[in-house]
């Protein structure tokens, strides 16, 4: 029974290559065409532009000839060499490869080890689509430029294009202002990239966490605001570290500085106002710190603290009210859009989500916006923000070095909060647990979790999570309010 099945397979496979042999043979005079059309009508430039092509008499008696024979067994293997020579594996390069190697790393972690799975896996799966040698997902499009207006308007006609599509720009190859025309559109990516490059998706995302998030931890204990502005030294450290090097302008720095904020969208937003040159490498770093809170954090957090600090009970807050929980978004939106008018675009998005969520009026809105919107805009923002991690421009030194200081960010805004809370603890004559100064950097609510994680390793009815969420939250306007202080120096 299963030798049959297997001559019925081998049977089934050969009559499916022979059906193929006509589509091969076209595919190769189709090859032929489109070559001729590329030498008459000119090849495109690295610029985008095509040069002026001109078919010579020797490749147009080539051609008759070639016509006149039909000799089908030669197309048939031209065809099969053009294949061979258009595949991914003929055309790639080292580079690529190593991307997607790390890309097949990224999958696993969000896979396997479910680091961030949300962010990680969208991120991953579009630096494996963008270092996919010659599929073109974050190709730019391409465009023909010409001197005259009516030879513009007779291509766009003869090609069945919308005479709109026109403009005025300047071209590379002309050194000149022309009329230019579409000539082949962009990549997939390259077009869904666009919500990323003018700061569409950065914004939704923050209008999705502030419905996501309470802020009655802050209002119980106000004082947590100031653990949130702690845990910002890591992004002021990182900046200066940054410059020091010399090898970042103060744009780019202060772009790096952000990681430290533990806020992708938020790093996401800055870089693609200051650097976007560096915004692969910032964003997977940003969003691969996210993931290992839990592995980063808690060896600082017992480095800067006593046995004796880290068994503190906490007493439990207050309750708060509907009416404060309303009037805190609307306040903190205009005092912070006031005194840093650069940060009223995610401030306003993460408390009018926050807004939608405690008004209690609008249920329905609260619901599209912490799920269907943010998922969606997640995996929009994931995949493109992975797709520029073009093996080309990543694997450089430069890479290697806003890693490393990414981290030193990330510590060093942990080690800021850390350090306030031991303060703060004195003073209040031990009130106050320090580890949850390590919640200010604004991964919510996963820091706020490894607070608690930490703290009941030391007194398993030591319970931190709701008093660690003060300063995680007050994180999240912290990096907000870092942001649009970087975007007002060097914006």
């Not at 802050?218 to 020091?244: C, D, E, H, W, Y």
Request: aromatic residues 8%.
């Amino acid at each position: 029974m299963k030798s049959k099945r297997t001559r019925v397979l081998v049977t089934l496979f050969l009559l499916m290559i022979v059906a193929m042999l006509p589509v091969l043979a076209a595919s190769a005079d189709a090859v032929s065409g489109e070559a001729q059309t590329a030498t008459v009508f000119g090849a495109i430039t690295d610029d985008g532009t095509i040069s002026a092509g001109n078919e010579t008499d020797e490749t147009a008696a080539a051609t008759e000839t070639e016509a006149e024979t039909g000799d089908s067994s030669i197309n048939f293997f031209e065809a099969l060499g053009n294949i061979a020579r258009s595949t991914g594996f003929a055309s790639g390069n080292w580079r690529q490869y190593v991307m997607i190697a790390v890309a097949c790393l990224l999958l696993y972690l969000a896979i396997v080890k479910q680091f961030e799975p949300l962010l990680l896996l969208p991120i991953a799966f579009g630096m494996l689509l963008a270092n996919l040698p010659a599929a073109g997902m974050m190709a730019d499009p391409t465009y023909h430029y010409f001197t005259s207006l009516d030879e513009a308007v007779n291509y766009m006609s003869s090609q069945g294009k919308p005479l709109d599509d026109i403009v005025m720009a300047y071209s590379k190859e002309l050194g000149a202002m022309a009329y230019r025309v579409p000539y082949a559109n962009g990549g997939l990516l390259w077009y869904l990239y666009r919500g990323v490059k003018l700061g569409i998706y950065p914004p939704l995302i923050f209008m999705g966490v502030g419905a996501m998030t309470d802020f009655a931890p802050l209002l119980a204990n106000p004082k947590s605001l100031l653990l949130g502005a702690a845990a910002q030294l890591g992004i002021f450290l990182a900046f200066t570290v940054a410059m020091l090097t010399g090898a970042f302008t103060p744009e780019e720095a202060a772009s790096i500085g952000i990681i430290g904020g533990a806020d992708g969208p938020t790093a996401i937003f800055v870089t693609t106002r200051l650097a976007p040159q560096l915004l692969g490498p910032i964003a997977v770093a940003a969003y691969s710190y996210m993931a290992l809170v839990p592995v980063i954090q808690p060896p600082i957090m017992k480095a800067l603290t006593t046995k004796e600090e880290r068994s503190i009970v906490m007493e439990q807050l207050r309750p708060v009210s509907k009416t404060e929980a309303i009037i805190f978004p609307i306040v903190v939106t205009i005092v912070v859009s006031m005194l840093l008018p650069d940060a009223a675009t995610l401030i306003g998005c993460l408390m009018l989500g926050n807004l939608l969520r405690v008004s209690g009026v609008t249920e329905r809105l609260n619901k599209t916006v912490q799920n269907e919107l943010c998922n969606i805009v997640t995996i929009f923002l994931g995949v493109t923000v992975g797709a520029t991690t073009n093996g080309e421009t990543f694997l450089t030194i430069r890479t290697i070095l806003i890693v490393l200081m990414g981290i030193f960010a990330f510590g060093g805004g942990t080690a800021g909060g850390v350090l306030l809370a031991k303060l703060m603890n004195k003073l209040t004559g031990g009130k106050i647990n320090p580890l949850i100064g390590s919640a200010g950097v604004s991964a919510v609510p996963m820091a706020a979790r490894v607070s608690n994680t930490v703290g009941q390793q030391e007194n398993p009815g030591n319970f931190l999570l709701m008093h660690a969420m003060g300063p995680n939250v007050a994180g999240v306007i912290g990096s907000a309010v870092a942001a649009g202080v970087f975007i007002s120096l060097f914006g």
